[in-house]
């Protein structure tokens, strides 16, 4: 076996492995996939560690396996982009400005919604956490706290106080994708954090019981963030998501 942190049972390092190395592209074009014998040999471990990762990485969307016709890649169409692993294989790469339009695109849908559920639920500790998170958001444009980690607690809270359960199920989903969503749109607007000024309008908003104003401020940072992506959505400007990742 290669060096894995040692956390990591057989099953899940052979996961770990494979997975990374089908979304970086490393088996694309190949018709069949190896067989779970040769992949028995190439890690040296027991066939039954090797049918249950199969298992897994066929749950995950990312290969498929059936009888006398063996293992093959599935089109990225079919991947589980909200299985958190999935999503970190594809973002330890270099994920492309289209991949951060669509992500962000999903965002535009699910978090103005969300901010405008929480000014009609008032719930004062969810609030109170958006408020941490904003606090965060200002210490870091004095260079007092990590901006990236400040502008995710702060939408992660804006989804917690949202109180619907489906939201909250994206919430992990959300964290691990805005690691690299922000991180773009910042270098591309030339800042180093979220305005600090945009999102206390969404906290004034929600504070206020205003659920309109509350949906238009989260709308209007988030397709300022969506106009940036698309208009540098050219193959001059990809080197930006390298340095961005």
């Not at 809270?157 to 690691?179: C, D, E, K, P």
Request: glycine share 8%; aromatic share 6%.
């Amino acid at each position: 076996m290669n060096n894995f942190e040692g956390s990591r049972n057989l099953t899940q390092q052979v996961v770990y492995e494979l997975g990374l190395s089908i979304v970086q592209g490393k088996y694309s074009g190949v018709d069949v996939f190896p067989t779970e014998a040769q992949l028995s040999a190439h890690f040296q471990i027991s066939r039954s560690v090797i049918r249950e990762a199969v298992k897994m990485l066929t749950a995950k969307g990312l290969i498929n396996s059936r009888p006398r016709q063996g293992i093959r890649v599935q089109p990225t169409a079919c991947w589980n982009v909200f299985d958190s692993d999935v999503l970190n294989w594809i973002l330890q790469g270099r994920p492309s400005l289209s991949l951060l339009q669509e992500f962000t695109e999903l965002r535009s849908g699910v978090e103005p919604e969300a901010a405008m559920l929480a000014a009609s639920r008032q719930n004062a500790a969810e609030i109170g956490a958006i408020e941490r998170g904003l606090e965060r958001l200002k210490r870091a444009g004095d260079g007092l706290d990590d901006p990236l980690a400040a502008d995710i607690e702060f939408h992660t809270a804006v989804l917690l106080a949202s109180g619907n359960r489906f939201y909250i199920q994206l919430t992990s989903f959300i964290q691990t994708a805005l690691q690299a969503s922000i991180s773009c749109t910042n270098q591309l607007k030339g800042i180093s954090a979220g305005s600090y000024r945009d999102h206390k309008r969404i906290y004034d908003a929600i504070c206020e019981g205003n659920s309109e104003a509350a949906g238009a401020a989260m709308r209007e940072l988030l397709s300022e963030a969506l106009g940036l992506i698309s208009e540098s959505n050219s193959p001059q400007k990809t080197g930006v998501i390298a340095q961005a990742s």
